[in-house]
T-cell receptor, first 113, second 115 residues
Framework: AQSVTQLGSHVSVSEGALVLLRCNYSSSVPPYLFWYVQYPNQGLQLLLKYTTGATLVKGINGFEAEFKKSETSFHLTKPSAHMSDAAEYFCAVSGGSARQLTFGSGTQLTVLP | GAGVSQSPSNKVTEKGKDVELRCDPISGHTALYWYRQSLGQGLEFLIYFQGNSAPDKSGLPSDRFSAERTGGSVSTLTIQRTQQEDSAVYLC?????????????FGEGSRLTVL
């Protein structure tokens, strides 16, 4: 069984400030971890993923995330927020032969001018 | 097509009516998924297709929900005798492989409102 917990359903940051969106997971097998972004009235798109190898992964639009096995975390960061980053962000996990992703409940990011 | 296409984009129906939601995946993608997104909730897995077969339909919430896929392409999600709690956005996604690497391509969803 696997699960994902995203801490904070709403996060607000000022433009230019650090973005930190938290994700913790539970998986009985080595996980694959993902962050997806959903802009208003659009489908989800993949930001970045961790499967194996380097634990710090870089994605699109300057986002990155670090897989920390000891903390069962996969937090998403961006050094400097842009107005265009305002969206909903979903963390997801799949494990082993699981063919489905288990998603967190999402974090709505607001960027303040 | 270039992306995953879903129709209708919006559907308003009365309680007790049946609805069909359609998904046209990216050409060549063998895996197809249906998820449900309710207000304030995450994405709830409904069903997974590999080709025309559905090895995992564990997420279908009741026997009022069914889905099929034909020709390894288009999929239809049918909800019979709709209830107000069925109101949600239904998202379809496809993947080139079995999807274990998680790179799903999502459509824009079908927003269902049951009055």
């Amino acid at each position: 069984a696997q699960s994902v917990t995203q801490l904070g359903s709403h996060v607000s940051v000022s433009e230019g400030a650090l973005v930190l969106l938290r994700c913790n997971y539970s998986s009985s097998v080595p996980p694959y971890l993902f962050w997806y972004v959903q802009y208003p009235n659009q489908g989800l798109q993949l930001l970045l993923k961790y499967t194996t190898g380097a634990t710090l992964v870089k994605g699109i639009n300057g986002f990155e995330a670090e897989f920390k096995k000891s903390e069962t975390s996969f937090h998403l960061t961006k050094p400097s927020a842009h107005m265009s980053d305002a969206a909903e962000y979903f963390c997801a996990v799949s494990g082993g032969s699981a063919r489905q992703l288990t998603f967190g409940s999402g974090t709505q990011l607001t960027v303040l001018p | 097509g270039a992306g995953v296409s879903q129709s209708p984009s919006n559907k308003v129906t009365e309680k007790g009516k049946d609805v069909e939601l359609r998904c046209d995946p990216i050409s060549g993608h063998t895996a197809l998924y249906w998820y449900r997104q309710s207000l304030g909730q995450g994405l709830e897995f409904l069903i997974y297709f590999q080709g025309n077969s559905a090895p995992d339909k564990s997420g279908l919430p009741s026997d009022r929900f069914s889905a099929e896929r034909t020709g390894g392409s288009v999929s239809t999600l049918t909800i019979q005798r709709t209830q107000q709690e069925d109101s949600a956005v239904y998202l379809c996604a496809s993947s080139q492989n079995r999807g274990q690497d998680g790179e799903l391509f999502f459509g824009e969803g079908s927003r269902l409102t049951v009055l």
